[in-house]
């Protein structure tokens, strides 16, 4: 049944992509004719994937990749270079980083809980400030919560049921674990992150 849905749903989503595409085309071609392209930044992002039929699952609200990770593609011409991050950044980290690339440190107010990431992404050097080593993750206005790590995906609903995969040994998210299943530390962060 979920196959015969995707298949149903498939070019519907992929017709909403293409529009998507071009219209960000016609983003691009009106900056290059007011002369303005290489004076603004461009972010391209959304705010949920699409599981589209795997795991059995449509839409979204859920910590499997397909519907958790995001692009956050930013085009800033002079600045950015050519590269591919392995960075969790969350949405209060956005509005920070984007004051910073414009260089407006000091307009970002203190009661900004994100942190200004626009001097490694515009540098690529992390020397100075580490990548986030998780991502939270709020569903169903707060009722499922969970958290991403590099390495591991965490979810619980208020009823207490549990998701956890080990995304370097399953990266496709197919042997749910639980916390005992994993070392201690790592469990020990999860939940205090929690």
Not at 134 to 142: M, R, T, V
Not at 143 to 159: A, C, E, H, P
Request: aromatic share 10%; with cysteine.
């Amino acid at each position: 049944e979920s196959r015969e849905k995707a298949e149903a749903c498939a070019p519907f989503y992929f017709a909403n992509v293409t529009g998507l595409d071009k219209q960000l085309g016609r983003v691009f071609q009106a900056l290059e004719e007011s002369g303005e392209a290489d004076n603004t930044i461009v972010i391209f992002t959304a705010d949920h994937g699409e599981m589209m039929g795997s795991q059995g699952r449509f839409g979204k609200l859920v910590l499997y990749e397909e519907a958790y990770c995001v692009p956050f593609m930013v085009k800033y011409p002079g600045h950015t270079k050519k590269s591919q991050e392995d960075l969790m950044i969350s949405p209060v980290d956005i509005m920070p980083t984007l004051l910073g690339m414009m260089g407006l440190n000091e307009q970002i107010p203190e009661t900004v809980e994100g942190k200004n990431y626009a001097q490694e992404i515009l540098t690529g050097n992390w020397s100075t400030q580490p990548k986030p080593k998780s991502a939270l993750f709020l569903g169903y206005n707060n009722r499922i919560k969970g958290l991403r790590t590099d390495r591991y995906s965490f979810q619980i609903d208020n009823d207490g049921d549990q998701l956890l995969f080990d995304r370097e040994t399953d990266p496709y998210q197919q042997t749910e674990l639980t916390l005992s299943d994993i070392p201690k530390a790592d469990s020990d962060f999860i939940l205090s992150e929690l």
